[in-house]
């Protein structure tokens, strides 16, 4: 199985790395990021990769909610998709040389040069976690628990900080954003984990399908009640709605389903399609939401459609990302 997933990934990442150096040698003439909305597809797999990667770096710090030798392949997976998160964010700037000019020359009032060091001291940690096994119940061991979970929380605080870049867009203003990001991360780092590992806590898949149940509740409530003079956009309620179905459907699923049955599988991949429709609706129809006095005036919304070019690269994200667990898995 490994094998098959390492041979895909490779596959993935040719064709995105061509599909990439394709963008490098015509220019944004093939992708759909435009002033009107200038968050795309690579964003979205930016906040999926890089929350799934955090969530798996908590769990790998909890002590007791992973066996210390399946901890280390979970910290050394969530360094996979901390470094794919990275990728996207490299091909979405454009050329590989803005992230450096931003880190370099950065200020730190910048929400993106808080966000690019959440992002890299997660990849260090994330690494360090997994070279780090000291005793349980020690207090190094206490010590490498807090790292991990300090780490985690910066990681989310740097991610909820980057979504202000727009302050027209007062939904996404809130001081628990972080928090919602967090929890996310718990549900699609949590549903990897119990995927691909046997030694975690056995009320895991059932406690995190129950999170993907009360986020949307609450995310619905917000948009309701808390929004304060924005309409709520028609696609973020429906995509709250069909989360809260899956939520529930994966919750049921993982109730009847045992440790190795398709039923404990079908929950876990329904709890990823769950994660990744509410990264995209969290980056994408945010910015077509606007108060409604501005929107009465507007004869045409923005519609994103990604390039195909696009859909590749992402591919060869995946692929990355894939590749570098795959390794993982088969030498530990």
Not at 187 to 212: E, H, M, N, Q, R
Not at 235 to 247: I, P
Not at 260 to 287: D, E, T
Request: charged content about 10%; glycine content about 12%.
């Amino acid at each position: 199985m490994v094998w098959i997933m390492g041979l895909v990934s490779l596959v993935a990442l040719v064709v995105g790395t061509i599909a990439w150096l394709q963008e490098q040698r015509c220019g944004l003439a093939f992708e759909s990021i435009s002033n009107e909305v200038p968050w795309g597809l690579y964003i979205v797999i930016y906040f999926f990769l890089a929350g799934t990667g955090g969530g798996m770096l908590a769990l790998a710090s909890v002590p007791g909610a992973i066996a210390p030798e399946a901890s280390r392949v979970i910290a050394l997976l969530a360094f996979a998709f901390l470094v794919g998160s990275g990728f996207s964010i490299l091909v979405d700037l454009g050329r590989p040389a803005r992230a450096w000019r931003l880190v370099a020359a950065g200020r730190l009032t910048s929400p993106m040069f808080w966000d690019f060091i959440g992002l890299a001291q997660g990849v260090a940690v994330s690494f360090l976690l997994a070279l780090w096994r000291p005793v349980e119940g020690s207090e190094a061991g206490y010590l490498r628990a807090a790292a991990g979970l300090i780490s985690t929380l910066f990681l989310f605080g740097a991610e909820g900080w980057t979504l202000l870049i727009y302050p027209g867009k007062r939904n996404w203003m809130h001081p628990y954003v972080p928090l919602v990001l967090f929890a996310e991360g718990v549900i699609s780092g949590g549903a990897v984990t119990f995927l691909l590992l046997k030694d975690y806590w056995p009320w895991l898949p059932i406690l995190v399908a129950g999170l993907s149940v009360v986020l949307p509740l609450l995310e619905r409530a917000e948009e309701w009640f808390l929004v304060g003079g924005l309409r709520p956009h028609f696609k973020l309620v429906h995509s709250n709605q069909l989360r809260l179905w899956m939520g529930l459907g994966a919750l049921v699923l993982l109730l009847l389903g045992t440790e190795s049955s398709f039923l404990r599988v079908a929950g876990g991949i329904l709890l990823l399609i769950q994660a990744w429709i509410g990264k995209w609706a969290m980056v994408l129809i945010p910015q077509l939401q606007m108060p409604y006095e501005q929107e009465r005036m507007l004869k045409k919304k923005p519609v994103y459609r990604p390039a195909v070019w696009e859909y590749l690269v992402v591919a060869g994200i995946f692929g990355l990302t894939g590749l570098l667990s795959g390794v993982f898995l088969y030498f530990i």
